[in-house]
């Protein structure tokens, strides 16, 4: 089981950046996705962005390709989502997630495919 615990949200204005951090342990194997998400009150869960632990291959979706980043340090076993220009509708929860198969990144499953899932930050963008 891989453990995943996210950190840096807090209360922004919209227009400013935030960057998340998710710390990683308990790989076994080396083909990992490795995505950031984030739930609204009364919404589903969406899918922000995902990394490939084969190749460091980046995705994501077109509502935050120019604005969000992901990014991976090995060396500190962390994944960063750096979110710039935010936005009021960026206020959610925001969730990191591993699943077994870098292929999940382009996945139309990719929040039902993640096994692993960290607790969330809250991050909330004021007009």
């Known amino acids: 089981e891989v453990q995943l615990q996210a950190s840096g949200g807090g209360l922004v204005q919209a227009g400013d950046s935030l960057r998340l951090s998710c710390t990683v342990s308990?790989?076994?194997?080396?083909?990992?996705?490795i995505g950031w998400f984030r739930q609204a009150p009364g919404k589903e869960r969406e899918w922000m962005a995902c990394?490939?632990?084969?190749?460091?291959?980046?995705y994501y979706p077109d509502s935050v390709k120019g604005r969000f980043t992901i990014s991976n340090d090995s060396s500190k076993n962390t994944v960063y989502l750096q979110m710039n220009s935010l936005k009021p509708e960026d206020t959610a929860v925001y969730y990191c997630?591993?699943?077994?198969?870098?292929?999940?990144?382009?996945?139309?499953?990719?929040?039902?495919?993640?096994?692993?899932w960290g607790q969330g930050t809250q991050v909330t963008v004021s007009s």
């Open positions: 997630a591993a699943g077994i198969g870098a292929h999940l990144c382009y996945s139309d499953y990719i929040v039902q495919g993640m096994d692993d």
């Open positions: 308990g790989f076994f194997f080396d083909n990992y996705a």
């Open positions: 990394i490939s632990t084969v190749d460091g291959s980046t």
